[in-house]
């Protein structure tokens, strides 16, 4: 079975700075997808970014970054020059053919 | 274009009714999942339509919940005699032909059983 475990319910970090919200995946298989979304309160799913499991770069989207780390099973996001609108929950999900699995999220809250 | 619209954007019924739920993917995606989201946790798969092909109902939490999509438009979700444990937010996503990694959420309908 696939699983995603966030272990950060709440984070929170001050504007201008960086946060990093971590994610783990159990998975026996070799050609996956990862992905972070967030969903402000509007409850709008938002694709942040996506890493392709064969691709040993990391995936960079502008201020948003992961550390994609195969071999221990590690998707970690990286949020630079945090920003207001940037508070939200944040969903790691992993995707192996159709399946998307998803963690419980991690709630950011970006102090001004 | 649109994005994926829901809806009722709120729905509040008793136990024991059905409650039907509406989903309009964007025009184009092939595939279409239903998600189920329990206060404070993440996404719990249910159902997946791709094109015409036989539905994934492998997430389909008992023999009461039930879905159908009409070629690659509109699709239902349709929960019968429902229970407070029913009570969630019920996301809709789709995803296109060519970027079929890549989904489009949309709002959500939130289900209140009382």
């Known amino acids: 079975a696939q699983t995603v475990t966030q272990s950060q319910p709440e984070m929170s970090v001050q504007e201008a700075e960086t946060v990093t919200l971590s994610c783990t995946y159990d998975?026996?298989?070799?050609?996956?997808?990862l992905f972070w979304y967030k969903q402000p309160p509007s409850r709008q799913m938002i694709l942040v970014i996506r890493?392709?499991?064969?691709?040993?770069q990391n995936a960079t989207e502008n201020r948003f970054s992961v550390n994609f780390q195969k071999a221990a099973k590690s998707f970690s996001l990286k949020i630079s020059d945090s920003q207001l609108g940037d508070a939200a929950m944040y969903f790691c999900a992993y995707r192996r053919d159709v399946q998307f699995y998803f963690g419980t999220g991690t709630s950011l809250t970006v102090i001004p | 274009g649109a994005g994926v619209s829901q809806s009722p954007s709120n729905k509040v019924t008793e136990k024991g009714k059905d409650v039907e739920l509406r989903c309009d993917p964007i025009?184009?995606?092939?595939?279409l999942y239903w998600y189920r989201q329990r206060l404070g946790q993440g996404l719990e798969f249910l159902i997946y339509f791709q094109g015409n092909s036989a539905p994934d109902k492998s997430g389909l939490p008992s023999d009461r919940f039930s879905a159908e999509r009409t070629g690659e438009s509109v699709s239902t979700l349709t929960i019968q005699r429902t229970q407070q444990e029913d009570s969630a937010v019920y996301l809709c996503?789709?995803?296109?032909?060519?970027?079929?990694?890549?989904?489009?959420f949309g709002p959500g309908t939130r289900l209140t059983v009382l």
């Open positions: 890493q392709e499991a064969y691709k040993q």
């Open positions: 025009s184009g995606h092939t595939a």
């Open positions: 996503a789709s995803t296109q032909r060519v970027l079929p990694d890549t989904q489009y």
């Open positions: 998975t026996s298989e070799s050609d996956y997808y």
